[in-house]
């Protein structure tokens, strides 16, 4: 698969607003055809763009987000020269993506990636036989060839079980690094600048940008920051229960247990982290349930759970 440059998603952008456009004519439909032919990232960021605009169609009538398309796809519909209308259809489907952007949705790449999840673990088997758990709101793409594998990590969390093919090596990219993998189990974490590595199994070589290197072994973990590798470290043995949906904690903040359950939360969770200063956590909490977690955190701590509607829930303390 070719992953698509910024341009080819500018251009695709506006093939779509174009073909929106209902002046849009049999003759439109085959140039577009013909400039998805010319290059497989033209065809891949074509695919991506119809599978997000899919799921705008899906919000809320009132949403930042829909609106936002709906003046995008509207200012492409004018004019009626078909260059002057896909260069204008481009130009309101770009600014779609960065007003989708400020309403608090990921960054276009993380949006248009190959592989996603929303607010659930998901898991699935790339095209080379490996095992992948996305925690919540993970976004990554592959670049599998006869010479490799690559996977770029753009946001979230990954735990990895690697299809052995000791001519073709995995690699994971993130901008602090590369982590290099063969017939292992480990995790890949972005947390805003830096990367986080862990290892069930085998051995992960972590490089920093520089060329520093670490080989890293079971039970050893690695952050990627600053262009420079950072470890090893010792790994809990927990580290990977988000994977079996679980949120094992202790003595943690119960601001930061919060922060975690609303990211497997749909809707709302909101709490005053200076409020709930103090209160720590020690235990097992179900991430595919938030609404359990809530009840137990609430069972044991001085705090009182409030919901609006099913999707805007306030944690205040008592």
Do not use: K, N
């Amino acid at each position: 698969m070719s992953e698509p440059s910024a341009e080819m998603v500018r251009v695709a952008a506006g093939w779509h607003a174009l073909l929106d456009d209902d002046a849009a004519t049999a003759a439109d439909a085959a140039r577009c055809r013909a400039w998805r032919a010319e290059h497989p990232g033209h065809a891949e960021a074509f695919r991506r763009l119809a599978a997000l605009l899919g799921r705008v169609d899906g919000f809320a009538a009132d949403a930042p987000a829909r609106q936002a398309l709906q003046a995008g796809l509207a200012a492409g519909a004018q004019g009626s020269a078909p260059r002057r209308r896909m260069a204008r259809a481009a130009g309101g489907a770009v600014a779609v993506l960065a007003l989708l952007a400020t309403a608090g949705l990921p960054d276009w790449t993380s949006l248009l990636a190959s592989h996603r999840s929303g607010t659930a673990v998901t898991r699935l088997v790339l095209a080379d036989g490996s095992a992948v758990a996305l925690d919540a709101d993970t976004a990554f793409d592959t670049d599998f060839d006869g010479s490799g594998r690559r996977i770029r990590l753009h946001r979230g969390r990954i735990l990895v079980e690697v299809a052995r093919d000791p001519s073709r090596p995995l690699t994971i990219e993130t901008p602090q690094g590369t982590l290099r993998a063969l017939g292992t189990r480990f995790s890949a974490a972005r947390e805003e600048d830096r990367t986080v590595v862990a290892v069930e199994e085998s051995a992960v070589r972590a490089c920093a940008p520089a060329g520093a290197c670490l080989e890293l072994h079971p039970g050893q973990g690695a952050r990627l920051e600053a262009r420079q590798v950072l470890g090893p470290f010792p790994v809990p043995a927990q580290d990977s229960a988000w994977a079996q949906g679980q949120l094992v904690v202790e003595d943690r903040p119960l601001s930061e247990v919060l922060a975690t359950l609303a990211r497997y939360r749909p809707g709302l969770l909101r709490y005053d982290a200076v409020a709930l200063a103090g209160l720590s956590v020690s235990g097992v909490l179900p991430l595919g349930d938030t609404d359990r977690a809530l009840a137990a955190l609430a069972a044991t701590l001085p705090i009182e759970i409030s919901r609006r509607t099913g999707f805007w829930v306030t944690v205040e303390r008592r």
